[in-house]
T-cell receptor, first 109, second 115 residues
């Protein structure tokens, strides 16, 4: 059975303090690993898709990396507007996404 | 690009009534749409998967007679909560898969409150 585990559950950073969020996964036949950002009361916003180990993608202060067992979302010099819940999900051959429980990030000024 | 809309954004209904939620892909064709449910401070739980022109596939434990899903076109899927009860109160979110990719784009969600 596919499993996605995110850590930490919650993370508090000072503005400018870089850190990483972790997503460990087990899936039969990975077709893609996805990162989303979700603000309270809103639907998830697509950030990245990673397809194979060694792949990296960047967008502004965010960088996602992928190994055969886990993915990291690196946040460089975060700002308060980066505060949100970050969700990791995996997809197998069936297209459906299996989500982790998310990491709630709070960036304080 | 890749915008998904949902309507309504929030709805309050009385117990025993039915509510329909619409999900539209605005700038792409969605061969597959998904419906999720999210409780406060929890992650998204997949309810069902629908392919255009086909019957929806429901996840284990989801009552298909209660949550009716229709995917009549490549840009529109609807979820009807029939005979709603207070325990159906939740945040319902749809997503759409762009043809030829594995990426899903999510709608803004619909907050359903059943009184």
């Amino acid at each position: 059975e596919d499993q996605v585990t995110q850590s930490p559950e919650a993370l508090r950073l000072q503005e400018g303090e870089s850190s990483s969020l972790n997503c460990s996964y087990t899936v039969s036949g990975l077709r893609g690993l996805f990162w989303y950002r979700q603000d309270p009361g809103k639907g998830p916003e697509f950030l990245f898709t990673l397809y194979s180990a060694g792949e990296e993608k960047e967008k502004e202060r965010l960088k996602a990396t992928l190994t055969k067992k886990e993915s990291f979302l690196h946040i460089t010099a975060p700002k308060p507007e980066d505060s949100a819940t970050y969700l990791c999900a995996v997809s197998n051959s069936g297209y459906a996404l299996n989500f982790g429980k998310g990491t709630s990030l709070l960036v304080t000024p | 690009g890749a915008v998904v809309s949902q309507h309504p954004s929030w709805v309050i209904c009385k117990s025993g009534t039915s509510v329909k939620i619409e999900c539209r892909s605005l700038d792409f064709q969605a061969t597959t749409m998904f419906w999720y449910r999210q409780f406060p401070k929890q992650s998204l739980m997949l309810m069902a998967t629908s392919n255009e022109g086909s019957k929806a596939t429901y996840e284990q434990g989801v009552e298909k007679d209660k949550f009716l899903i229709n995917h009549a076109s490549l840009t529109l899927s609807t979820l009807t909560v029939t005979s709603a009860h207070p325990e159906d109160s939740s945040f319902y979110i749809c997503s759409a898969r762009n043809r030829g990719t594995y990426e899903q784009y999510f709608g803004p969600g619909t907050r359903l409150t059943v009184t």
